[in-house]
Nanobody, 121 residues
């Protein structure tokens, strides 16, 4: 069982930056694929970024967002730069027990409660 707690959301102007963090419990954090998803009002939850031994990004955030993890501290972070109004959403940290990455919410087993990111134009 893994518990995930996100932090770092907030309000930022377009072009600004935010850093989201996710703290995980559990003994086998390093074995999980960790990911970030987001959900805007009225839309489905969508993939943002994930990290295994490699990193994966949605096209919409490539070159602006960076995912990283610290297995010793059991944390995963999402550095978001050059934020746009369309990045506004609730951002969720997620963990997958799978041995291979699939950019789908259904492939992730554990979820945090979410943190709101609002970008003003």
């Amino acid at each position: 069982q893994v518990q995930l707690v996100e932090s770092g959301g907030g309000l930022v102007q377009a072009g600004g930056s935010l850093r989201l963090s996710c703290a995980a419990s559990g003994r086998t954090f390093s074995s999980y694929i960790m990911g970030w998803f987001r959900q805007a009002p009225g839309l489905e939850r969508e993939f943002v970024a994930a990290i295994t031994w490699n990193t994966y990004y949605a096209d919409s955030v490539k070159c602006r967002f960076t995912i990283s993890r610290d297995n010793a501290k059991k944390t995963v972070s999402l550095q978001m730069n050059s934020l746009k109004p369309e990045d506004r959403a609730v951002y969720y940290c997620a963990a997958s027990r799978s041995s291979y990455f699939v950019a789908s919410p259904s492939s992730f087993d554990y979820w945090g409660q979410g943190t709101q990111v609002t970008v003003s134009s």
